[in-house]
Structures are given as C-alpha cells and as structure tokens.
C-alpha cells in the first residue's frame, strides 16, 4: 500500500515538474522574443517584466520541489507594442452621495469615492448586493438612482462580456486579431503571452474552448489599448491558465480597469482599489498586494464577530495589523518606531471603544 500510494504522489510531483519546465521554457521563447521586437514598445516592455516576474517564481518553486519533492521508494525486484499611457486622466469616475433601491430594496446608500486613471478596482460582495447594478451606474447603464455620477466622457471603454457577444467565430484567430491593425508579428508575441502559439493561431474561433476564446478577446482588447476595461465576473468562463493570463495582461495594462469578482486571487492579484457593497454601504479601501489580502483576512475574521461600527474596526484592525509588520522590522529608525508604537497604541485603544459601544448596546 505504501508503494502504491508513494509512487502515486511520485508520478504526479514528476508531472508537476515537467509542467513547470514547460512552461518556464515557453516563457522564455517569449521573453527573448519579444525583448528584440519591443523596442519602444512601453506595453511589451511591461509585459515581458511580469513574463520574467512570473518565470523567476515558477524557477524557484521547480527548485523546491526537486530538493524537497518526494523520493521514489526503490523497488528491488526486477520489475515588446507601441500604446499610449491611458492612465493620464486624472479622475476617470467620481461618486458622490449615491443611493440606490431596487423594487423598494435599499441596495447601497451615501457612497462616495473617486476613481483615478490607471486605478484597477475589484467590486466585491455577496450575491444581491448590488455589484453589477453599481457598475451599471457608474457606466451610465442605469439613470434611476439617488446622488451625482460623472464618468470622464473621453475615456474609450470596453467591455469583456460585449466583446463575446458580438464575437465573429467563423473566423481564424489570427484574422480577428489583424483587425485591430496591428501587425502580425506583433500580433503573434501577443497570442504567446497567453500560450497561443504556432500553428494555433489559425484555428476557428468557433473551435476554442471558452477558456482560449476569452483569452483571445481579451488580448484583442488589450491591444486595442481603451481607457477603462469592464470585467464582470471574467472567471465564469476561465479555466486556470486563463486566469493567469488575463492577470498578467491586465497588470502590464496602464489604464483603468473595473473588475466584479468572487474571485479573491484575482483581484488581490489585480487590483488596488476594493469597493465592497456591504450592509447597504459601499466601503471604500485601497492597498497593496499584501493589504488587499490582509483587507480579506480582516473582513473574513470581523463578519463573524462584529454587527455594530464594523466598517471602522474593520480599516482599523487592517491598519493595527500593518502596523504589527512595521514595527517587526529591525533596521526601523527610532523616531520612526516611536511614531508607529504611538499610531499603535491609539488604534487598539479606537477598536476597544468601538467594541464597547457594540456590548453596550
């Protein structure tokens, strides 16, 4: 049994490194490919950085695996584009005071926020909250609410979801993607990105699964390079390799992008900025990679415990664990220390008042 079960786990942790290896071999086919022909290309240029990001990751896991994966038991029978910077408008959408109700339903009310060229946004929430509706609003879809919307009218937008519904699949995938009028070379380092390569981009685009079919429009508008990019629950359709394509794209991508997702990697992978519909509010928070996931974390951990001024302790508890990695670090000035003990001790004393308003109540 223990030869059974030990060769299995063997075979799968060898087919884990012959995938790695593939794929870290493609990526740099891609990268020495496309270094030579980006040139003054500022997206390819971005975009071979997160191909080596990425590479340089899958190296170090492939090195962990081969010194720490596990042994077989011996058996001692005999059996780079030209784009243009579009993160250049400095407000691309601006919310004040916005309320909404659907069939005498408060969804969300008094949000207030301002959205910046290049910001990429993930709007989150439970199912019938309000997500798309506010999405809808902040597109200019949906008239029928409470408070003041501008979206930036010379921003170009496009939308994933319109972009598969009018998609011309009779056609190759090479030929869809020339009428964007880039070239064909150009055109082909692209498709690589998203491991579509060689002979593959002459196949139907009714052929694909709607894995590749996703990652062939988005990569058409990628290259189309618009102002804001909609995505509304892009990973319905996506296998893994999909999401991970449509990540790296979106990272090189210098514009503005709004995202509604479950998907938590995504958009801590992603994104920025989290709008999150809770309790007919729209919270507002924006981070790093590593905060977005401690915003997560938090959040995760407070619904459970918290009804009253959760909101607050919530940013709060975010902010004390921040604070809790800052003060870790051994070459922090003094002065600098002293601040972060002060912010420290202010900010737990903050969430115990909140706390006690909860109990007292």
Partial sequence: MEKITNENLYNKQQQEIRDLKENISQRKQWFNKAHKMAGTNDHLRALSKKHVSIMRSKEKKLEKLKENGVERIKDNSSIKLTLNNNNSFKTAIRVENLSKSFDKKLLFKDGNFTINGGDKVGIIGNNGSGKTTLLNILLGEDKNYIGDVYLNPNMKISSLSQYLEVVNEEITILDYLLTTNETENIIRLYLGSVFIKGDRVNTLIKNLSMGEKCRVIFTKIII????????????NYMDILSKESVSLLLKSYSGTALVVSHDRHLISTVCNRILKIE??????????HTEIIEFFTCNKTSNSKLKVNKDEILMLQCRLSKLSGLLDDPSLEKDAKLNYEKEFLNTSRRISELRDIKYKK
């Fill in 279 to 288: 309790n007919n509010k729209i919270i507002n928070f924006t981070g790093n």
């Fill in 224 to 235: 189309e390079n618009p102002d804001l990019i909609i995505l509304d629950e892009p990973t």
